[in-house]
């Protein structure tokens, strides 16, 4: 996902005010609408020019009643410089919390430093996995109550695709995919894989299925091929800290497409086992293999799913996530935390 910010002034629910730099089209109407642009948060390539529009963001705070960032290096600096000078502090609402547990003792002992400098300056943090809660707060040594649970959006606004329904197998992304387990599922089906990845070491190792064609694309190729697929899988590595493929899961619902994602974490958040798709363990390349036949085989559970996962997808819509996060930044404004909400 894009870097963004948002800064919001709440005087009253019709003069809210929102600067933001939004790298796609993610927004709703009623942000479009009250938002401006300074070019001077937006940062760019390297850590001076984040550096840089950090302080700028700190600057045009004092302006706003909260700050709404992302997890990126400029939010986390920002963030970091908000906690460390109380005396101009601000409410601050972080959204889009991909965090890792890094390898090496330092580096985890840097990290958890991080995390601690980072929640003095964040009133609340924004997380797109129901578990991260709790994980979170267990990993970096955080009370829970820092962490809100909201639901991620699909992103298929302003993409130009058309939906039908093609004879191949569609699976994407980079992030904590384990497509090798993907490949021993789908060897020797009768079926073609497409797998959209930009990753050179994508298949582990392992020898590709004549039937399994894997290639980089742009977001928008992306969109379109899982448009035309019959069925997209999700496979995920497990034992992460954070849980990743909301995005790709929920676009490829909005399409109306049966989807099967390894995740026994995660995609819970989103996916009825059953109704809307199937969720099996990951790492289980059997599993995973006995799914995808069972719904090739059952036209009737294909439909169904199809159906019923438009449905869901569809109601994780752009504006409504951004909406959810402006009524809790606005909440924030209004009862000073949350909790007494």
Same mark, same amino acid.
């Given at each position: 996902m894009n870097p963004e910010w948002f800064l919001m002034r709440s005087m009253n629910q019709e003069k809210t005010k929102i600067l933001t730099d939004i790298l796609e089209p993610r927004v709703s109407i009623n942000w479009q609408n009250s938002t401006e642009y300074r070019s001077s948060i937006a940062g760019g390539k390297g850590f001076w020019s984040d550096f840089v529009a950090s302080f700028c963001l700190f600057y045009y705070s004092f302006q706003y009643d $909260?700050? #709404?960032?992302?997890?990126?290096? %400029? &939010?986390?600096? +920002?963030? $970091?410089?908000? &906690?460390? *000078? =109380?005396? +101009?502090? %601000? =409410?601050?609402?972080? $959204?889009?919390?991909?965090?890792? #547990? =890094?390898? &090496? %003792? *330092?580096?985890?002992?840097? %990290?958890? *430093?991080?995390?601690k400098l980072m929640a003095r300056g964040v009133s609340l943090f924004i997380v797109w996995a129901s578990h991260e809660v709790n994980d979170y707060s267990k990993a970096f040594g955080l009370p829970p109550e820092k962490f809100m649970y909201i639901p991620h959006h699909h992103t298929l606004e302003g993409y130009n695709y058309e939906v039908h329904d093609g004879d191949y197998i569609f699976s994407g992304g980079d992030g904590n995919r384990d497509y090798s387990t993907l490949l021993e599922a789908v060897r020797d089906l009768d079926v073609p894989v497409v797998i959209a990845t930009r990753r050179k070491d994508w298949h582990s190792g392992a020898s590709i299925p004549t039937n399994v064609n894997a290639f980089p694309t742009t977001p928008e190729e992306f969109r379109k091929l899982m448009a035309g697929s019959r069925m997209v899988v999700i496979p995920m590595e497990g034992g992460h800290l954070h849980s990743g493929g909301q995005q790709t899961i929920l676009n490829a619902m909005a399409l109306g497409k049966p989807v099967i994602v390894a995740d026994e974490r995660g995609a819970k958040d989103y996916i009825t086992d059953g109704v809307d798709g199937l969720i099996v363990p990951t790492s289980d390349s059997v599993a995973l293999r006995d799914a995808i036949k069972k719904v090739l085989n059952d036209p009737i559970m294909e439909q169904e799913f199809k159906e019923n996962a438009r449905k869901t997808g569809r109601s994780y819509s752009t504006p409504g996530c951004l909406e959810n996060i402006l009524c809790v930044a606005n909440k924030i404004v209004q009862c000073g935390d949350i909790r007494r909400c």
């Open positions: $909260i700050a #709404i960032v992302v997890s990126s290096r %400029k &939010g986390n600096l +920002f963030s $970091i410089l908000m &906690g460390l *000078l =109380p005396c +101009f502090r %601000k =409410p601050v609402l972080m $959204i889009d919390c991909l965090w890792y #547990i =890094p390898e &090496g %003792k *330092l580096h985890r002992a840097v %990290k958890h *430093l991080q995390m």
